[in-house]
Every structure is written in structure tokens, then in C-alpha cells.
Nanobody, 118 residues
Framework: QVRLVESGGGLVQPGGSLRLSCTAS????????MAWYRQAPGYERELVAR????????NYPDSMKGRFTISRDNAKKILYLQMNSLKPEDTAVYYC???????????WGQGTQVTVSS
């Protein structure tokens, strides 16, 4: 019922920035928690950032604080991840996550590749 589509990934130099977007559809869905996860080769999928329905609910692992910013446009139902000061170790497939209010089901996007390299 819920579909999440990520975009904005690509190749970037170390120290550079990228902004990822995740568009949820249909627009009638009610989403509570949303988050970004990533998975690098040889590593488990890890949380990058999460957010509830308000900006004040944004939360990050310590390694992401100060570099990554999660936000959401509740009207357009778009989730964003602003990534600054990127490092080669940030290279991974980044996935969008959302929990649907009515069903309490978890939904995932297909992922978008982020590569940080010189």
C-alpha cells in the first residue's frame, strides 16, 4: 500500500555534500516514524537518522550528529537527508524507512547508492 522511492544519490568527493529525497505514495497515507538507514558492503544495515512527525523529534547516532540532517515535508510527504562533510566510509546504499500509522507496518524504499571517493 505504501511505496517509498529514494533519489539524490551519486558520486561525491570527500568533504562534499549530497541531499537525498524519499517520496512516499500514495499521498493519502499516514506515516509516523520515518528514517534513513544505510548498508555498506560487508556491514549490517545501520540507522543514519530518524524523525517523527515534528522536527524536534529528529534523532541521530553520535557519528552522524553535526554532519547529517533529517527533515520531512508533511504536506508533500517527502523525507530528506542532508549530508555534509562526507567521508569515504559514508559510501553505502541508503534506504528510506517509514511506519504506516493504521497498519503499523514497516515499509522500505529500494535504496540509492552514495559513493564518496576522490
Amino acid at each position: 500500500q505504501v511505496r517509498l522511492v529514494e533519489s539524490g544519490g551519486g558520486l561525491v568527493q570527500p568533504g562534499g555534500s549530497l541531499r537525498l529525497s524519499c517520496t512516499a505514495s500514495p499521498t493519502s497515507v499516514s506515516l509516523t516514524k520515518m528514517a534513513w538507514y544505510r548498508q555498506a558492503p560487508g556491514y549490517e544495515r545501520e540507522l543514519v537518522a530518524r524523525i517523527g512527525t515534528t522536527a524536534a523529534s529528529a534523532n541521530y547516532p553520535d557519528s552522524m550528529k553535526g554532519r547529517f540532517t533529517i527533515s520531512r515535508d508533511n504536506a508533500k510527504k517527502i523525507l530528506y537527508l542532508q549530508m555534509n562533510s562526507l567521508k569515504p566510509e559514508d559510501t553505502a546504499v541508503y534506504y528510506c524507512y517509514a511506519k504506516e500509522s493504521w497498519s503499523n507496518f514497516d515499509f522500505w524504499g529500494q535504496g540509492t547508492q552514495v559513493t564518496v571517493s576522490s
